[in-house]
Every structure is written in C-alpha cells, then in structure tokens.
C-alpha cells in the first residue's frame, strides 16, 4: 500500500521491517498444559471465579523470547479499584496509577506458582511439561 501510493503521488516508497537488524516478537502463547496448573493456584489463592480468559491482544510481548526456551504462561493482574465503576487507564498513558491494594495478592499468587512448580516437578518426577529436560531455571 505504501510503495503504491507513493507511485500514485510520483514518489518513490520503500519498506524495511529491520528482520536482519531486529528479530520480529513472536506471539506469545501460553502453554496449554499450564493452564490448568495456574487455574489451581490462582483459585487456591485468589479464590475460586477470580480468573477471567481474556481475548488475545494485538500489542508485543517479549515474554515470547522466553517461552522459545522454557514453557510459560503469561498473565495479568487486575488492577481496578472498587471504587473506579470499572475504569482503568492503559498502561502506557499519563493517567494510569497503580492500584498498590492488588500487589500483595500478585506477590502471593507468584510465589505460589514457583513453590507449586518445584514440589511437583522434582527431579526424579516424571516432567510431561520439559519432555524430561530438567533445566536449572526450573
């Protein structure tokens, strides 16, 4: 569309999406035998019709670069205030405040993934996850 364009105004358009200089992100996609991992967890913690699915987004993540190496599950926090009606800013605007309420829960929901992820992927126990990799980060 745009070398097009150009040529309709006498000009002259190239594109370049820098793939030698810069990687493209690619998606990120959480690991489905997780999900139901993380589901427990957030019940257990959160409690039980706390987790909503979410649409996939359009935005990028480099999240991605890690889930190359090991399985992974990425997910968001919810950050609303009671008293807010339900209005949040995005993340990247000059309005947005943190809802500092929610850290303690974010702190123990992560805390609980990791502890969970060790006790039940020892070494010695069958890992579906890795394919029977053990690896260091784990």
Do not use: W
Request: glycine share 8%.
């Amino acid at each position: 569309v745009i070398v097009r364009q150009a040529a309709v105004q006498r000009c002259n358009a190239t594109v370049d999406f820098l793939t030698d200089e810069k990687p493209l992100f690619p998606p990120t996609v959480n690991n489905p035998d997780l999900h139901p991992f993380f589901q427990r967890a957030a019940d257990d913690v959160l409690g039980t019709g706390k987790v909503h699915d979410m649409q996939p987004l359009m935005g990028s993540e480099d999240f991605s670069f890690y889930q190359d190496a090991v399985p992974g599950y990425f997910f968001f926090l919810g950050m609303v205030p009671e008293s807010s009606q339900g209005n949040l800013e995005t993340v990247h605007s000059q309005y947005f405040q943190v809802n500092e309420d929610v850290l303690p829960y974010g702190a123990a929901l992560h805390a609980s993934l990791a502890t969970r992820f060790i006790l039940e992927h020892q070494k010695g126990k069958s890992d579906s996850l890795t394919g029977g990799r053990h690896r260091d980060e784990l």
